[in-house]
């Protein structure tokens, strides 16, 4: 079954924390907060580091490589999709889509590569497509 | 301190609808309200604690105090979606220990059937101020594909199949057969769950529960309450609560909130999962209860799928008899959560009061545990464990 690409994406909320990332975005680059207190990069991004809650958190350019942690097919509805958490090459593990393949070929532990699809406001957001 | 022998429950209703369009929401609160505290023996001015959460009307329980009248000296309105109902009578056992309030009242009540709401295949309308909001949004994660997540990542870890899911929904049938309120009342089988269609792979149309509109209400007293009372007496004994969340993106989506919250209630209680003599166990999907059940220490982690399969959860014939009204996979749904209802066929069950053909022999310990929430992001888990006097 093939996956719509067509979907339309609700945008994202452009806020004093997620501002930098989409201004990223809009030029094809995948940014991850990593925290220089403790080296750990984690998701969804926040200027608090979750781990050490330090405020040492800085924007990184990431790999945008990752592995399927899940996913599911969303079949009964108009434009059928697929959901997934995606755990990116830098260690944490995010939600995400996956797009650019067939539904049926999708497996836990496949190896993925961010691919940016503008919502509906023109803004870019990461999705993942087969490596 | 402890909450155990504490507190007892003297009054439950469960609201015989399932389709209100010509009823409120608040008209509902009362409505549930009302009749547990006519089954209690009391009356609406003995009520002194209030206990609400998300789906009441208005800002916490202000509105619904006033549109019922109640004159109140503590109240709160934890929110942790379908897990609330077990958390907010915990609470109400907590507050009535400190003598904070005699007689509390919780209530659930929701008409998301008549009011249209596609709760499991639409995403629902979050607060942009909510930190997650920008990072999700556009991703479309619902109710059914999210629970969908969980239960692929628990195939693939540990080999659990389609069939395995599907006999939690086939025991909750064979109960739902003998619920003249229950809204699926008709037995099914694992070919059936299978045969029917996908809605986010791997879990079919069968593996999700129904939407209802509907309600219930739970009246807890302190013991020397309780005692004067004609209903027959139960003591909660345990309880436990817990957030599971992504924790910064390094997560495991096979296990559950219940991981926390139910030892702290089986602690508490002083009892081992063998010892429980019926389950109420949320079940919003078929994966929320193979996941739980293993949470709770019902069996290990991962053998979920082989422990409910065989008839295992059906009463009379398995080991562990659960939801015997038939459940949210059957029976009724309100406002989509899912606790009160477990509470108050625990309940029932210890008062010897449940349909004869799924009333568990010697019933004197039961558990009560529900999920609210987003099992694949972050979700509220609690768990109560309740004995008969």
């Known amino acids: 079954m093939a996956v719509f690409a067509s979907r339309k994406l609700a945008p994202p909320v452009i806020t004093a924390e997620s501002k930098t990332f989409f201004d990223a975005a809009r030029q094809g680059r995948l940014l991850i907060p990593i925290c220089t207190a403790c080296d750990r990069a984690h998701w969804y991004p926040r200027v608090i580091c979750p781990f050490c809650a330090s405020d040492k958190v800085e924007w990184r350019e990431a790999s945008g490589k990752g592995t399927i942690y899940t996913f599911s097919v969303m079949r009964r509805v108009k434009e059928p999709y697929i959901i997934a958490h995606v755990t990116l090459a830098e260690g944490p593990t995010m939600l995400t889509n996956i797009v650019g393949c067939d539904a049926d070929d999708v497996r836990i532990g496949q190896a993925v590569a961010v691919v940016f699809q503008d919502a509906d406001t023109g803004v870019p957001v990461p999705m993942f497509k087969p490596a | ?389």
């Open chain 2, 1 to 389: 301190m402890t909450v155990r022998g504490k507190a007892y429950i003297a009054g439950i209703f469960e609201h015989p609808t399932r389709l209100a369009p010509d009823k409120t929401v608040a008209q509902l609160h009362a409505e549930v309200a009302l009749g547990a505290l006519a089954d209690a023996g009391l009356t609406r001015d003995d009520v002194d604690g209030y206990f609400c959460s998300g789906d009441a009307p208005g800002p916490g329980p202000v509105s619904m105090a006033e549109y019922m009248n109640l004159h109140l000296r503590h109240m709160d309105s934890t929110e942790i979606g379908g897990a609330s109902y077990i958390a907010l009578a915990a609470h109400a056992a907590e507050a009535i220990a400190l003598g904070k309030c005699d007689v509390a009242l919780v209530t659930l009540a929701g008409r998301p059937r008549s009011e249209g709401m596609a709760t499991g295949t639409a995403p629902r309308p979050r607060d942009p101020n909510q930190p997650e909001a920008p990072w999700e949004a556009p991703y479309a994660i619902t109710t059914a594909n999210g629970y969908a997540m969980c239960a692929m990542r628990h195939m693939y870890e540990y080999g659990t199949t389609s069939e395995q899911l599907a006999w939690v929904k086939v025991a909750a049938s064979h109960h739902a057969q003998h619920n003249p309120h229950a809204m699926l009342p008709k037995v099914v089988t694992v070919e059936d769950v299978l045969n029917s269609p996908l809605i986010a792979d791997p879990l079919h149309r069968l593996d999700c529960c129904v939407i209802s509109d509907g309600g219930g209400a739970i009246v807890l007293v302190r013991p020397e309450i309780a005692k004067t009372l004609k209903r027959p007496p139960v003591k909660i004994i345990g309880t436990g609560e817990a957030v599971k969340h992504l924790t910064g993106g390094t997560f495991n989506l096979t296990t559950s909130g219940a991981w926390r919250a139910g030892p702290i209630a089986f602690a508490e209680a002083g009892v081992t999962p063998a010892d429980i003599k019926y389950a109420s166990i949320y079940d919003s999907f078929t994966i929320t209860v193979i996941m739980q059940l293993e949470d709770l220490g019902f069996c290990a982690k991962g053998a979920g799928g082989k422990f409910v399969a065989d008839g295992n959860l059906i009463s009379g014939v398995g080991k562990l008899p659960f939801n015997t009204d038939g459940g949210g996979l059957c029976n009724n749904h309100p406002a989509n959560r899912g606790s009160m209802t477990k509470v108050l066929e625990a309940v029932r069950q210890l008062r010897g009061e449940a349909h004869p053909a799924v009333q568990v022999k010697n019933c004197d310990l039961a558990l009560a545990q529900g999920t609210g929430f987003q099992l694949a992001t972050r979700h509220g888990s609690a768990t109560m464990i309740m004995e008969r006097e």
